[in-house]
């Protein structure tokens, strides 16, 4: 049976942009990097205060990269998603979708490289 989650993977073309955003966007911390067996290049990261990483993989072997519209997407809690999306502007990403008033607080969207779209929620109301 399975005992928990460990990491969710996505394939990338530009493994330092795609690294880059992670970090400098989001505030994930980089945990290790290393090749696998068969040649993949492989960055994980995490989130502060989560136990689950993402693998950033760039294995151009396997073809390019095609992500499909709405296909997948990664979503994390944010505090003040007012100011997150001006430090995530100031670097060059601007909300795509956004924020919208849930029965729990609110939501965005915001593109990582290469079109993976990143869900940003804000839990309670704001006065």
Same mark, same amino acid.
């Given at each position: 049976?399975?005992?928990?989650? *460990? /990491?969710?993977?996505?394939?990338? /073309?530009?493994?330092?942009?795609?690294? &880059?955003?992670?970090?400098?966007?989001?505030?994930?911390?980089? *945990? !290790? !990097?290393? +090749? $696998?067996?068969?040649? &993949?290049?492989?960055?994980?990261?995490?989130?502060?205060? $989560?136990?689950?990483?993402?693998?950033?993989?760039?294995?151009?072997? $396997? %073809?390019?990269?095609?992500?499909?519209?709405?296909?997948? /997407? *990664?979503?994390?809690?944010?505090?003040?998603?007012?100011?997150?999306?001006?430090?995530?502007? +100031?670097? %060059?990403?601007?909300? $795509?979708?956004?924020? /919208?008033?849930?029965?729990t607080g609110r939501i965005a969207f915001i593109d990582a490289p290469e079109g993976y779209e990143i869900e940003l929620i804000e839990r309670?109301?704001? &006065?």
């Amino acid at each position: 049976m399975v005992k928990k989650l *460990l /990491h969710t993977r996505y394939r990338v /073309h530009d493994l330092e942009e795609t690294v &880059s955003f992670y970090k400098d966007v989001l505030g994930l911390e980089e *945990l !290790r !990097r290393q +090749t $696998s067996g068969r040649g &993949s290049q492989l960055v994980f990261l995490r989130a502060p205060g $989560s136990e689950e990483e993402i693998e950033i993989c760039k294995f151009d072997e $396997s %073809g390019p990269v095609t992500v499909g519209p709405d296909l997948t /997407h *990664l979503a994390f809690e944010v505090d003040d998603l007012d100011k997150f999306a001006k430090h995530a502007a +100031t670097k %060059g990403y601007p909300l $795509s979708d956004g924020p /919208h008033a849930t029965g729990t607080g609110r939501i965005a969207f915001i593109d990582a490289p290469e079109g993976y779209e990143i869900e940003l929620i804000e839990r309670g109301s704001r &006065s």
